[in-house]
């Protein structure tokens, strides 16, 4: 299976602070990646799929970038509802995994 | 509205049996791909399964391969997993998802989730 690793696995960060999050795959996965945004006690949303593009409906201020190996989801401008977990997957290969996660929590 | 709603989780003793349902509806159900992806209590995402539209072809991870099954009516709307044999850590909340039109494999709209608790 392609392991994902992300880095940090806790942020804290300001309103308005631009905010980036790396995931690492185990192996090059092209840009089959995608980014999930999910808070307490509520489903996974979509953000980002081909690792760079945006779901329709999602702010600008989100954006990805990167392929093979390294990928980055950037929030230009940190707003209060964007606290929460970002999950990161992979769509190269079965099993499509998932990295174990970004917390943004506030400074 | 595209929505989601699953139902069908609870207690169970390990070894025991549940089956979960998946009701949608806002679109062409038969249509589209469907997953379930589940999450420990405070861990991360991970896939479990995926049914093409028409329910002739599914996928299972290593972890459940064997003891759940996935499959779907459409003239119902609605999705399913069979679980069997369950064990202690198969507890954990269970998303059904929609896959993309547009991208191959990617979830793009998820369930609020149900939860499955496998203790004695």
């Known amino acids: 299976d392609i392991q994902l690793t992300q880095s940090p696995s806790f942020l804290s960060a300001s309103v308005g602070d631009r905010v980036t999050i790396t995931c690492r795959a185990s192996q090059g996965i092209s840009s089959y990646l995608a980014w999930y945004q999910q808070k307490p006690g509520k489903a996974p949303k979509l953000l980002i799929y081909a690792a760079s593009t945006l779901q329709s409906g999602v702010p600008s201020r989100f954006s990805g970038s990167g392929s093979g190996t390294e990928f980055t989801l950037t929030i230009s401008s940190l707003q209060p509802e964007d606290f929460a977990t970002y999950y990161c997957q992979q769509l190269n290969s079965y099993p499509p995994t998932f990295g174990q996660g970004t917390k943004v929590e506030i400074k | ?120």
């Open chain 2, 1 to 120: 509205e595209v929505q989601l709603v699953e139902s069908g989780g609870g207690l169970v003793q390990p070894g025991g049996s549940l089956r979960l349902s998946c009701a949608a509806s806002g679109f062409t159900f038969s249509s589209y791909w469907m997953h379930w992806v589940r999450q420990a209590p405070g861990k991360g995402l991970v896939w479990v399964s995926r049914i093409n539209s028409d329910g002739s072809s599914t996928s299972y991870a290593d972890s459940v391969k064997g003891r759940f099954t996935i499959s779907r009516d459409n003239a119902k709307n609605t999705l399913y997993l069979q679980m069997n044999s369950l064990r202690a850590e198969d507890t954990a909340v269970y998303y059904c998802a929609r896959e993309s039109l547009v991208e191959w494999l990617v979830p793009d709209y998820w369930g609020q989730g149900t939860l499955v608790t496998v203790s004695s």
